[in-house]
């Protein structure tokens, strides 16, 4: 079965600065990953998700993340936040065979500084 | 295209109660989960369905049934709630399995159980 980890529980940035969210994960073959926000009171939002090919994806509200199969991960970049981007942010992945049903990480939440 | 909704947005119970949330989505998807949110767990998954007719269990669902006689509609059912069940809930569809494709979620259901 695959798992997910989001090693960071909160992260503090200034808004402009940039910003990288980990996301390290197991399974054997090739993943699908995913990222969503979950804005305060909200439901999630996908953000961006990875299946095969360019191993960088682009997101929506500037948002991109690297897929790296020797390192076991999908980490989420933006190269300057804004206020507006302070929410939780989940990781999650599922099998490329079987089920296909995914499994998320336990959230890491932005606060952003003014 | 209201996309999901979920009702109630907060509900109270006593130990005993039962009651069912409400989720529907009008986008014709096949696919529909329940996920329950609790603080530094992250998202779990208690029951999901593949069509009508079809539902199976996911990670948590101990305590919880479902059914799925509409593709619009999938109510969660709490049997006799306990505490251990105070959560957000959550439910999502997508038009494909949901770790192949992107999930859209509902506003969710702050649930107490005293």
């Known amino acids: 079965a695959q798992s997910v980890t989001q090693p960071d529980i909160h992260i503090t940035v200034s808004e402009g600065a940039s910003l990288e969210l980990r996301c390290n994960y197991s399974?054997?073959?090739?993943?699908?990953l995913f990222w969503y926000v979950q804005s305060p009171g909200q439901g999630l939002q996908l953000l961006l998700k990875?299946?095969?090919?360019?191993?960088l994806v682009q997101g929506i509200k500037g948002f991109e993340a690297e897929f790296k199969r020797s390192q076991s991960s999908f980490n989420l970049r933006k190269p300057s936040v804004h206020w507006s981007d302070a929410a939780e942010y989940f990781c999650?992945?599922?099998?490329?065979?079987?089920?296909?049903?995914?499994?998320f990480g336990r959230g890491t939440s932005l606060i952003v500084h003014p | 295209n209201a996309g999901v909704t979920q009702t109630p947005k907060f509900q109270v119970l006593k130990t005993g109660q039962s009651m069912t949330l409400q989720c529907a989505q009008d986008?014709?998807?096949?696919?529909m989960s329940w996920y329950r949110q609790d603080p530094g767990m992250g998202l779990r998954l208690i029951h999901y369905?593949?069509?009508?007719?079809?539902?199976d269990q996911g990670e948590v669902p101990n305590g919880y049934n479902v059914s799925r006689s509409t593709t619009e509609d999938f109510p969660l059912r709490l049997l006799s709630a306990a505490p251990s069940q105070t959560s957000v809930y959550f439910c999502?569809?997508?038009?494909?399995?949901?770790?192949?494709?992107?999930?859209?979620f509902g506003p969710g259901t702050r649930l107490t159980v005293l």
């Open positions: 999502a569809s997508s038009y494909l399995a949901g770790g192949t494709d992107t999930q859209y």
């Open positions: 399974y054997g073959a090739t993943p699908y």
């Open positions: 990875y299946f095969s090919g360019d191993t």
């Open positions: 999650a992945v599922a099998a490329s065979g079987g089920s296909y049903i995914p499994t």
């Open positions: 986008m014709n998807h096949e696919y």
């Open positions: 369905s593949v069509g009508a007719g079809i539902t």
